[in-house]
């Protein structure tokens, strides 16, 4: 079965309003020569306040190239939930994905398997798509324990869910080890850990699922290491971070990832 690539830009918490819309803009002109069905599915997730403007430049272009997505959101509709985020104002300005489970957002603001699991059901359930994020420190990988933990992450993040929306949602194996870091990990290695993550999927949702489901690498993607990932039989796109920040070196990964569209 062949998958479309996605090739999704993390913005963390970089770029205010003008410099987000330079950057989208920079990346649409970027691809402008390229037909749509010759890219990949291209994401960008600027932080919150740039949404409205990032989504205000996107339908201004008109070229439909470019999705949009938020880096977190909170799980309940609405409340007194001081700081939160829903879905359904992230989904006011029309974006298509959310990231979820992000190593930051779990090391530094506690998000726990449990907490994914509840945003990747909402996420479903409001008609978006999760991009689910997995992955294992180093301590971990030299523990030997890395699949065991992968494992662990995707089959709490996918509970409850239908074989039919694990299908549509995508995941991000990020070994922390590699993020922001210039240590990309080797693309065999990163290969047999995605092959692993789908043998996961199977195993809670089935074949059909696991076959359909969009598998990313993440953690220090630029535009000399994504022919290589590409190359391989699992890896279906990146998610990237530095990289991503600069429209020539995001437009060259996109370019990259062309390949296997
Ligand atoms: P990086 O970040 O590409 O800068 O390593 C990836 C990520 O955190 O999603």
Redesign the pocket.
């Known amino acids: 079965m062949t998958r479309r690539p996605v090739i999704a830009g993390?913005w963390?918490m970089h770029n205010d309003t003008a410099e987000s819309v330079a950057l989208v803009n920079g990346i649409m002109e970027g691809v402008k020569d390229i037909d749509k069905s010759a890219l990949p599915e291209v994401v960008v997730a600027p932080v919150f306040t740039s949404i409205p403007a990032v989504s205000e430049a996107i339908a201004k272009c008109g070229c439909g190239k470019v999705a949009l997505a938020a880096q977190n959101c909170y799980h309940e509709v609405k409340g007194a939930y001081t700081g939160e985020v829903s879905i359904y104002m992230i989904k006011e300005f029309k974006a298509d994905y959310i990231i979820i489970g992000?190593?930051?957002r779990r090391q530094y603001f506690s998000e726990t398997d449990e907490m994914v699991n509840k945003k990747a059901v909402a996420i479903l359930n409001a008609g978006l798509t999760p991009i689910i994020?997995c992955g294992e420190s180093l301590e971990q990988r030299e523990a030997g324990v890395t699949d065991a933990h992968i494992a662990a992450q995707i089959t709490k993040a996918l509970e409850g869910i239908e074989p039919s929306d694990v299908a549509k949602s995508v995941i991000?194996y990020?070994p922390i080890w590699?993020?922001?870091?210039g240590k990309t990990c080797d693309s065999v290695e990163a290969n047999r850990v995605i092959k692993t993550i789908r043998a996961v999927v199977a195993n809670v949702a089935g074949a059909g699922a696991a076959d359909k489901v969009r598998i990313l690498y993440?953690?220090?993607?630029?535009p000399s290491t994504i022919d290589e990932q590409m190359a391989q039989s699992d890896i279906d796109g990146a998610?990237?971070?530095?990289?991503?920040l600069k429209a020539d070196s995001f437009v060259d990964i996109i370019k990259g990832a062309c390949k296997g569209v």
């Not at 998610?239 to 991503?244: D, F, M, P, T």
């Open positions: 993390n963390k992000h190593s930051e994020c991000a990020e590699a993020i922001g870091t993440g953690g220090s993607v630029n998610l990237v971070g530095g990289a991503s």
